[in-house]
């Protein structure tokens, strides 16, 4: 080989590994897209898209309503008077309120009576004239915002009235013959007397018909008498005679009445007791 020839590969070696090494520096040194360009890999929570539907405004007054129930609204209630034929009840409320009286044997949601209104207290009378049994109430109110309140449960009966008839004395005349007499009274019979009894008189001891609830309003009663006498050979004769008996609002009363009848004649003293509770 010429040395001319020689010199000529020693310099293309050279050039092929500086070219080489130069192209491994390029590929090294490229650094990529730079880091606070690329976007991240997350969304961060304040860029994040809204997902949570808009509230309503039929959700959000259900809402208020529901937190503020009783906030700020009271409803007492109390029974004022209780009468022969129901109760009277009274409520006060904080504020204007349409209330509702609630009202059940035991149970106080069973019926329903509205009070006028809407106002801040209100008065009803719960009319109940055939039952002696206590009532469960309740009031209930709201507010012209929704609000509601409620009192707490009343219980109560109306006013009842019970009549006992004593007869205290009873005497009973029978000129000839024999006789009787019968008394009734609120659905209670007794015979003291007879019949077959021979006169001329005959007395009989003290007895009393059993108590027994008056009717509302009730201010007397009969008391039938029936006089039985026995004069053969004519057929039993016998007399019905019905007694007034008055009744007081509350307390006793002693009375004398005097029957006559069929050939025969009776005198009584009685003795009305009338207890309210």
């Known amino acids: 080989m010429s040395r001319r020839l020689l010199v000529i590969l020693v310099a293309l070696g050279v050039l092929a590994t500086g070219g080489g090494v130069a192209g491994g520096l390029l590929l090294a040194g490229d650094p990529g897209a730079p880091a606070d360009v690329a976007g991240p890999t997350t969304i961060p929570t304040s860029t994040a898209p809204d997902t949570t539907e808009p509230a309503s405004s039929t959700s959000t007054t259900d809402s208020s309503s529901t937190t503020s129930t009783t906030g700020g609204l009271e409803v007492r ?85 019970r009549v006992v008839l004593e007869v205290l004395d009873l005497t009973l ?21 007879g019949p077959g009894l021979p006169g001329p008189t005959a007395s009989s001891e003290p007895y009393a018909f059993p108590a027994s609830v008056l009717s509302a309003g009730a201010s007397s009663g009969p008391l039938t008498v029936r006089l039985i006498h026995d004069l053969p050979p004519d057929p039993t004769r016998v007399r019905r005679v019905d007694l007034t008996i008055p009744f007081p609002r509350s307390g006793r009363l002693t009375l004398s009445r005097d029957v006559s009848g069929a050939g025969i004649g009776a005198h009584l003293r009685l003795r009305v007791t009338v207890t309210a509770s």
């Open 77 to 161: 209630a109390e029974v004022v008077e209780r009468v022969e034929d129901g109760v009277v009840v009274r409520y006060q409320a904080s504020e204007p309120v349409a209330a509702v009286l609630h009202w059940g044997f035991g149970d106080p949601t069973l019926n329903q009576l509205k009070f006028p209104g809407p106002a801040s207290d209100g008065t009803l009378k719960l009319v109940l004239p055939t039952t002696v049994r206590a009532v469960s109430m309740q009031v209930t109110g709201q507010s012209a915002d929704g609000r509601a309140g409620a009192s707490g449960t009343l219980t109560a009966r109306r006013l009842v009235r």
């Open 173 to 193: 005349d029978i000129p000839d013959g024999t006789g009787g007499i019968s008394t009734r009274f609120r659905g209670t019979s007794f015979t003291p007397l």
